[in-house]
């Protein structure tokens, strides 16, 4: 009995000898601004889950463009570091417009939106248009990068004083993008901003940017410290170093001088960096249509003959395409012939209608005009109409319609 009294004895001893030493915190200092020194945790950290939402269109118009809503949201409680959003532009389109303002580089899509917080989201807006009516497809990639850090109080000397060695120099790390009209018409202008930003941890010094002028524009002014160079069609600027996470805003405007895909491009070069960008403006040709409708006689006896002429004047700069003209004659008039003054439009086939001439398209060069001719023979008195409606490929708001009225009487002299 008493040598299991003295075994239970001994085993409690034990037990609390480890507990006592298990709880003890070895004091590495003395003063009242000493402190226990804190047991070693393991940390670790949640990797952020950043999220791309995308609202595009199923079906849409090939002719018209295509919108894409972009949302970036980090779902997680760790901060996204870094996030780049990357769209490659689909060989059947080209980028019309970005909000924010996005960099092109190459064929690529990119915004670059530094830090994702914890539940932070942020949204994108896209618009590309089609270059054909093939299935458009579009891919979007989202970068990010995450990390720890940690903080470790130190007391005492080090053992060793280390000389303190030389910072090495963080590099610049430049960003442009370039906005403008998407589509302007000819002898328009066409101003251009070109937004410089330095994203890196150094200062961009000697810094160089270089715009090139595309042949369908005319250089007009640059912001301040632009100089146009005609030989070369560029605009450079030599700028003050620009500090870390610091913007600055160019802009250039040039004229519309031809039809056709003006690419602006431009490059930034500084030491340790460079970048580039290019934004694409469609200029299409501006023509201005003009027509009166001309009668012979007005008022007009019944039994008589009259002629109408339709005279249609292409006032623009640029060809109107695919230009209809159709003439309903009233019924106060017979129709006896119709015709083009120099006899190079046609006439579609005869209608169900009498009273309807429709002449084939044609192509009206800037500054000519075409004389449609209209005999008719007044056989009903009356308050006629006679109407013209005219279509062509640059009327986009539809069919424009044309009236001229004349008076037919009866002729009580006889």
């Not at 790390?173 to 066409?190: H, W």
Request: glycine share 6%; aromatic share 6%.
């Amino acid at each position: 009995m008493n040598t299991q009294r003295i075994l239970l004895a001994m085993g409690l001893l034990i037990v609390l000898t480890s507990l006592s030493v298990l709880a003890y915190t070895p004091q590495d200092c003395t003063g009242p601004d000493c402190r226990p020194s804190q047991p070693i945790l393991p940390r670790e950290v949640e990797p952020p889950l950043v999220f791309l939402h995308v609202l595009a269109p199923a079906v849409a118009d090939a002719s018209q463009p295509v919108t894409y809503q972009i949302c970036v949201e980090n779902r997680s409680s760790a901060d996204a570091h870094f996030v780049v959003v990357k769209n490659a532009i689909p060989k059947n389109a080209r980028m019309e417009k970005t909000d924010p303002p996005a960099t092109v580089v190459g064929n690529e899509i990119q915004w670059s939106l530094g830090t994702l917080a914890a539940g932070q989201r942020q949204c994108l807006l896209m618009v590309l248009r089609p270059t054909s009516a093939d299935r458009l497809e579009n891919c979007l990639r989202v970068h990010y990068e995450h990390g720890l850090c940690t903080t470790t109080r130190l007391t005492g000397k080090p053992a060793i004083e280390e000389p303190p060695s030389e910072t090495a120099p963080q590099p610049p790390q430049l960003q442009m993008s370039i906005t403008g009209p998407a589509k302007v018409f000819i002898q328009s202008q066409m101003r251009y901003q070109l937004q410089l930003s330095n994203l890196g941890e150094g200062e961009a010094k000697n810094l160089q940017v270089v715009m090139t002028v595309p042949p369908e524009a005319a250089f007009e002014q640059a912001s301040e410290g632009g100089v146009y160079l005609a030989e070369s069609r560029q605009v450079r600027w030599s700028l003050d170093n620009l500090a870390s996470r610091k913007n600055r805003p160019l802009e250039v405007t040039l004229k519309a001088s031809q039809v056709g895909q003006a690419l602006v491009k431009a490059e930034a070069q500084a030491t340790g960096s460079q970048t580039q960008a290019e934004f694409r403006t469609e200029i299409v040709g501006g023509s201005g249509l003009h027509m009166n409708i001309r009668e012979d006689r007005d008022p007009l006896f019944v039994g008589e003959s009259s002629r109408f002429v339709i005279t249609v004047r292409n006032t623009g700069l640029t060809a109107v395409t695919q230009l209809r003209l159709s003439a309903l004659v009233p019924d106060e008039f017979k129709p006896t012939r119709a015709r083009s003054e120099t006899g190079d439009v046609a006439l579609e086939p005869p209608r169900p209608n009498p009273q309807l001439f429709e002449f084939k398209p044609f192509t009206l060069e800037p500054g000519t005009e075409k004389r449609l001719l209209i005999d008719v023979e007044a056989v009903k008195a009356g308050f006629a109409r006679f109407r013209v409606e005219m279509q062509a490929d640059q009327l986009t708001a539809g069919r424009v319609l044309w009236e001229q009225a004349t008076n037919v009487v009866f002729d009580l002299t006889e």
